[in-house]
């Protein structure tokens, strides 16, 4: 990236999109930084979520790395995750040139998404609260 600028606004135009249901027909919430979501807001709602977060394992640092370390990595995120509340999801360019496989993570608290940030190498995650609009967080 030309600057740290570029990269905020990269993450601010990036859809972060939600399968909601485990098995049966799929549907999907688009989650957009900045903005109000009713959708995301019944989901939160119907299934008791107070605070979520939307997180990667894949190219740490933001540095492309192989398919198998971006998997192993992946595989070791859902380990993480195995008590809590999750779903699949994929982070998708404006563009549709890059994708990046990830969770939405329910009932999580800021701190702890930090935690998984920081343990993941992340740059940011995407962090929010029930009834109000999504944020990056970074990685300071």
Known sequence: YE?????????????????THKKGPRQEIIIKVGEENHDLNRFLHEKG??????????????????????????????SDLRNRFRRPGVGLSQDGKWSEPSF?????ERADAIQLMKKYDQLAIVF???DQIAELLFDT
């Open 3 to 19: 600057s740290k600028q570029e990269l905020i606004q990269d993450f601010r135009e990036t859809s972060y999109l939600i399968h």
């Open 49 to 78: 979520i107070s605070k979520w977060a939307f997180i990667t394992a894949y190219n740490p640092m933001g540095r492309q790395v192989s398919d198998s370390a971006n998997q192993q990595a992946m595989e070791s995120l859902e």
């Open 104 to 108: 939405f993570v329910g009932n999580i």
């Open 128 to 130: 929010g609260e029930r």
